[in-house]
DNA sequence: CTAAATTTGACAATTATTGTCAATGTGAAA
DNA sequence: TTTCACATTGACAATAATTGTCAAATTTAG
């Protein structure tokens, strides 16, 4: 599930099989074309908001494209730490701890 | 497991259990007392190279607070994310799959 | 009270991130 | 090759975020 592959790489997979060209794509987000170029590689952060309004042009689920880009940010915080796996499983636990904590 | 404890709250703990002083503790860290004080309490980053010297200086397990630093770092990536709890699965999902694939 | 410890806020200096743009590179068509 | 659309790259200034420093204010312990 989704584990070989970067929220960029996923983005531009879904505009290529919409033949979609940057350049129009960039121009419904109003943004340079440049910038989506280098989003999709990974050079240029993406934000919350793009990538929710690429699953709206591209007409994806959203929440997976979400996860994709909540697990990049985590991924990066982790990386070539010896210790990341650990770090998620004490996140997990910190994040039950929170829901259990917060009364509906 | 750490829970419910932020890395700031248990340096401030271990900092306390010692009777050390802000001060004295800068000191040591080079850096300034109004820094560590805001380090402890959140409202400042902290480093991997500052938890480390705190762990030396404390005399207190280093992978336990570096889980905790890393921990933290994540919790921030997907504070009020619905999606925080998938995304920490698929991240480990990732993390594994990278173990796997690098061969040793 | 007083003295040490800690917190707070303001500020400039540094560093990171951002958008913009032009030049360059790539590939397909003919 | 020439042309054309698409995509990538790098440089640059503008903006924003982070940092260290300091002094004043507040809290805490005697």
Redesign the interface.
């Known amino acids: 599930?989704?584990?070989?592959t970067t929220i960029g790489e996923k983005l531009r997979e879904l505009r290529e099989s919409k033949e979609l060209p940057l350049r129009k794509v960039s121009a419904l987000l109003d943004i340079d074309v440049a910038i989506l170029s280098k989003m999709e590689r990974g050079e240029r952060k993406l934000t919350k908001g793009i990538v929710l309004k690429l699953a709206e042009i591209y007409g994806h689920n959203a929440?997976e494209l979400?996860?994709?880009f909540?697990?990049d940010?985590?991924?990066y915080?982790?990386q070539d730490?010896d210790?990341?796996?650990?770090?998620?499983?004490?996140?997990?636990?910190?994040?039950?701890?929170l829901?259990a904590s917060k009364k509906k």
């Open positions: 599930m989704s584990t070989e929440d979400l996860v994709l909540l697990s940010k985590i991924m915080e982790i730490e210790l990341g796996e650990k770090a998620l499983k004490v996140a997990e636990q910190r994040v039950k701890y829901k």
